[in-house]
Nanobody, 118 residues
Framework: QVQLVESGGGLVQPGGSLRLSCVASGSTFSSYAMSWYRQAPGKERELVARISSAGGSTNYADSMKGRFTISRDNAKNTVYLQMNSLKPEDTAVYYC???????????WGQGTQVTVSS
């Protein structure tokens, strides 16, 4: 029903910036709440940020607050994650997640690798 494709990951130095994109297929994107999660080797997947369907409400994990910004462009079926002041501990695979109204359906992308290293 819905396919999510992440892009924009790569290698960046500490203190640098990176912008991730997630493009969704289908015609229901504007009704979906969208989130970014990340998972480092040996650790549980954790929420990074979430944005409501209309983009009017956002939530961030405390460790990302002030450094990361989630946004969306419903006309482009795309959600973004702007990451600034990156730290080595931000290294992880970042996943895009879509939730239908009432969270009846959940879809995950395949992830994009972000590596923060000197």
């Amino acid at each position: 029903q819905v396919q999510l494709v992440e892009s924009g990951g790569g290698l960046v130095q500490p203190g640098g910036s990176l912008r991730l994109s997630c493009v969704a297929s289908g015609s229901t994107f504007s009704s979906y709440a969208m989130s970014w999660y990340r998972q480092a080797p040996g650790k549980e997947r954790e929420l990074v940020a979430r944005i409501s369907s209309a983009g009017g409400s956002t939530n961030y994990a405390d460790s990302m607050k002030g450094r990361f910004t989630i946004s969306r462009d419903n006309a482009k079926n795309t959600v973004y994650l702007q990451m600034n002041s990156l730290k080595p501990e931000d290294t992880a695979v970042y996943y895009c997640k879509a939730e239908s109204p009432g969270r009846l359906w959940v879809y995950w992308g395949q992830g994009t690798q972000v590596t923060v290293s000197s």
